[in-house]
């Protein structure tokens, strides 16, 4: 903008004012001016990268409002944001451990037992994981063999007749070792198969009279 006034010389004495403006105008600095960008609001969070264990989330702004024009500034910060999300540990499943040795049979003849086992333990089941599906303990039969039985002596038999009516003879009872008899090796039964007693005994009437009883063998 410039002016000028009617004042060389002003008019006077009924003379005539200046013809024409007295101000004139122009434009100028016709660029536009520089804008500095300005962030939009947040946007919403993205889901979970995982879903328990500790993941993250992001979320963005755009530098758009306004965004930057005419060599104006650019927004200053972050255009993303991330958080930390969904922390709590994770279930973990059981596994079962190797299976140990097998024990030693629980008998050596006859019917016995072998075991082995194995724990919940590779890995042990947390934070709400399955525990393993299975037996933990596993047994076969073994030592099939018959045990030896060692002999047992039966019931005695009734003594015998004397074998004397008088002057003293022996009479015998026996016994039979078949209660149970001895197997696979097992012991005899201790002690005797026959006991003999005496019996008898008043003196004969007649020594030279004396008469053997019926029972003629000790053992028949």
């Given amino acids: 903008m410039r002016k000028r006034t009617c004042s060389n010389p002003a008019p006077n004495h009924g003379g005539l004012n200046c013809s024409g403006i007295s101000t004139e105008i122009?434009?100028?600095?016709?660029?536009?001016?520089?804008v500095n960008g300005t962030w939009s609001t947040w946007g919403s969070y993205s889901t979970c990268d995982k879903s328990c264990g500790g993941g993250w989330k992001v979320r963005f702004r755009d530098c758009s409002n306004p965004a930057p024009a005419n060599g104006g500034l650019p927004c200053y910060g972050d255009s993303v944001q991330?958080?930390?999300?969904?922390?709590?540990?994770?279930?973990?499943?059981?596994?079962?451990?190797?299976?140990?040795?097998?024990?030693?049979c629980s008998s050596s003849c006859g019917q016995g037992v072998q075991t082995r086992s194995r724990t919940c333990s590779s890995p042990s089941p947390g934070f709400g994981g399955q525990q393993c599906s299975g037996n933990s303990k596993e047994s076969k039969i073994c030592n099939l063999r018959t045990?030896?039985?060692?002999?047992?002596?039966?019931?005695?038999?009734?003594?015998?007749?004397?074998d004397m009516t008088c002057g003293g003879g022996f009479h015998m009872r026996m016994r039979e070792c078949n209660n149970p008899p001895p197997l696979?090796?097992?012991?005899?039964?201790?002690?005797?198969?026959l006991q003999a007693e005496t019996c008898n005994t008043k003196p004969c009437p007649d020594e030279t009279k004396t008469t053997r009883s019926s029972s003629d063998s000790l053992i028949g």
């Fill in 184 to 193: 696979q090796g097992g012991m005899d039964c201790p002690g005797q198969r």
């Fill in 82 to 104: 991330p958080t930390g999300c969904n922390m709590l540990h994770c279930p973990v499943d059981g596994g079962w451990s190797s299976w140990s040795n097998v024990s030693q």
């Fill in 26 to 34: 122009r434009q100028c600095n016709l660029r536009e001016c520089p």
């Fill in 147 to 162: 045990c030896p039985v060692d002999g047992n002596w039966g019931q005695w038999s009734d003594f015998r007749p004397c």
